[in-house]
């Protein structure tokens, strides 16, 4: 019987141990991920495919309707009938379907551009939070080594107090920095999880949630050759939500003109045969006109006129947004670099760390010292991870803001 449980508990812890396997991904390989598996892009070609149902929508011609009437007309004790078969078709004159159809395309145009924009900011988000996670985890390797560094002193400490040569004071003091140095470890280790778990949901889906990510690209900054003014010029030319939005500017002056021309009356055209019981048939022609004397489509007009003039003054907006949002970006990452390239001057190494330690042991350093010592190692190497990390996420933003831009500038 006990066999048998364990080979049950088995089957059922088998498929999470599976899945909860660790997987080495690049930052391109993240990109493949999210392309291949993205629900949040998903949800970006569902809306896509709603504006381009609204388009199709618009542009659709009104069915032609089909009627028979039969008439009894009887005279006396004779028996007489009348039976018309009748096919019925709107005629919009003055070529409003032609106008319909050129402004669904060009709305349907400008909603497959706006996908292509909200797409390039997920895949920002996505090399964002890579490289938060990366970050965090080279992080986590300075708080281990510096709790290393402590465990390793306070077992010195412990030594050299049985010897009475060193106080209990000071033992409790090491043991203070370590529980502090313990708590910062475990709130960067959490941080880490949760980006970590953050990313997984743009990667994977389903049971590969549970997917453990180990990044595999060491992060470095990379110096742009691209001037500000370049930027803002490629991106005023390429930036494809600007480029969505002008095709709404003449999709909604399309509209308008449709709305105008509605005005006027339409002809319905009637097109039947008829037969009678006589013997007697023949073809049915007719045809009506819906007269505009109580409803000149004055609501319609006054709409579609506000809504075109709306679109142009959001273009204008747009454009001056997106001349701010990459001077903005730029100056951001050449901010960086300069705080990156000041860094490079004092630059610390782990090597430091040991010596030290080694150095306390020696009685060369005292015990603030030595915590001063790791103290400034921690912050010195996390605050080079941490410019690394904002110097990428920044020129993921430049690049997104530039119409990709800074991507085909490194590709070359």
Not at 154 to 169: D, T
Not at 335 to 348: L, N, P
Not at 372 to 384: E, F, L, S, W
């Amino acid at each position: 019987m006990t066999r048998y449980i364990r080979w049950a508990l088995l089957l059922a812890l088998f498929p999470a141990l599976v899945h909860a396997q660790s997987s080495t991904i690049s930052l391109d390989e993240a990109v493949e991920l999210f392309e291949q598996n993205s629900l949040q892009q998903e949800l970006s070609r569902y809306e896509r495919l709603r504006r381009q149902g609204e388009a199709i929508r618009y542009k659709a011609y009104p069915n032609p309707s089909f009627s028979v009437n039969r008439e009894q007309l009887n005279a006396g004790i004779v028996e007489y009938h009348e039976t018309t078969y009748m096919v019925s078709q709107p005629i919009q004159l003055l070529g409003q379907p032609f106008l319909r159809n050129r402004s669904a395309s060009k709305s349907q145009k400008a909603a497959e551009l706006q996908f292509e924009y909200d797409r390039l900011q997920l895949i920002r988000q996505v090399k964002s939070l890579y490289t938060e996670y990366w970050q965090l985890s080279r992080k986590l390797e300075i708080h281990n080594q510096a709790l290393d560094v402590i465990r390793k002193a306070r077992s010195a400490a412990k030594a050299r107090q049985a010897e009475g040569s060193f106080s209990g004071l000071q033992v409790q003091r090491f043991n203070v920095e370590l529980s502090r140095y313990r708590k910062q470890r475990d709130e960067v280790q959490l941080n880490r999880e949760q980006a970590g778990k953050q990313l997984a949901t743009y990667l994977f889906s389903g049971q590969e949630l549970d997917t453990r990510i180990q990044v595999s690209d060491s992060l470095m900054v990379v110096p742009i050759d691209l001037q500000e003014q370049t930027l803002i010029q490629y991106a005023l030319a390429n930036r494809a939500d600007l480029a969505a939005l002008n095709e709404m500017v003449d999709a909604s002056e399309l509209q308008y003109k449709v709305e105008k021309r509605d005005r006027l009356p339409d002809l319905n055209l009637n097109v039947g045969y008829k037969e009678q019981s006589d013997g007697a048939e023949g073809f049915v022609i007719g045809g009506s006109l819906k007269l505009p004397i109580f409803n000149r489509n004055r609501g319609n007009v006054t709409i579609t006129q506000a809504q075109a003039r709306s679109f142009q003054t959001d273009l204008t907006l747009k454009q001056q947004a997106v001349r701010n949002q990459v001077s903005t970006a730029f100056k951001r990452v050449e901010m960086v670099f300069d705080r990156w390239q000041a860094m490079q001057e004092e630059a610390m190494d782990v090597s430091m760390l040991g010596a030290a330690r080694a150095a306390y042991q020696q009685g060369r350093y005292s015990l603030v010292e030595l915590l001063d010592a790791t103290r400034a190692y921690i912050d010195g190497k996390a605050m080079v991870y941490e410019t690394i990390a904002d110097y990428n996420q920044a020129l993921f933003e430049l690049n997104v803001q530039s119409a990709g831009r800074i991507s085909n500038s490194q590709n070359k």
